[in-house]
């Protein structure tokens, strides 16, 4: 278990019954499809999905490439956060790489039952400083790692999962091409 995962746990444990049951009531399983997609460039992200089983990517394309921004395993939270926060259009994808096991909660779902309960504003928060922690990390390895750290991070990471991405979009993640990830391999 993920220390966000663990978060959450514990706030939802520490809630009365009652609103853990109307919490619960808005949680929906999803089986998705490897190569489905969970959200599309232009639309807005109605729900925040949290990885129970499989592999996504977040991705936006530019000058018709497709770059991967985000690698999302096993409990994390898939989300175009500036689309679901302000709903409104965003410009990024959200794509299975594997079959998955995700479970969703809808914004609007989630507003209406703040306003009964505050106490549910606590896994906003933790959420958002969950994203604001790890982007932080993320921007931070990028400036001061070298592709080869950051590629050895990912695998000693999630080293049961590497296998399932294709190479393009390991290389779009660590922000080097193809060739240099190859390269990088063969010396490892």
């Known amino acids: ?10 706030i939802v444990q520490g809630l009365d019954i009652d609103i853990q049951r109307s919490l619960e009531k808005l949680l929906v399983k999803k089986q998705v499809k490897k190569g489905e997609y969970l ?12 990885i129970e089983e499989g592999i996504a990517r977040k991705f ?9 921004t985000e690698l999302y395993f096993k409990d994390d939270v898939a989300v175009s956060f500036d689309s679901f926060c302000n709903q ?3 410009n990024e994808w959200i794509q299975a790489l594997t079959e998955l096991t995700i479970t969703l909660l809808n914004f609007h779902e989630f507003q209406e ?36 750290e950051r590629y050895l991070n990912l ?8 296998q399932h991405i294709q190479l393009n979009i390991i290389a779009s993640y660590l922000g080097v091409a193809v ?10």
């Not at 278990?1 to 746990?9: A, G, R």
């Not at 060739?179 to 490892?188: G, K």
Request: with cysteine; hydrophobic share 40%; glycine share 2%.
């Open 179 to 188: 060739e240099t990830l190859s390269r990088i391999r063969s010396n490892i």
């Open 113 to 148: 039952l703040k306003t009964t309960h505050p106490e549910l504003i606590k896994l906003d928060l933790v959420i958002a400083e969950h994203y604001t922690i790890w982007l932080e990390k993320r921007l931070i390895d990028f400036r001061t790692l070298d592709a080869s």
């Open 39 to 50: 959200l599309r460039e232009g639309s807005i992200c109605r729900h925040c999905m949290i």
């Open 1 to 10: 278990m993920t220390l966000l995962s663990q978060k959450i746990v514990d």
């Open 155 to 162: 695998l000693k990471q999630n080293p049961h999962y590497i």
């Open 60 to 68: 936006l394309i530019m000058n018709n490439k497709e770059i991967t």
């Open 88 to 90: 409104i259009p965003g």
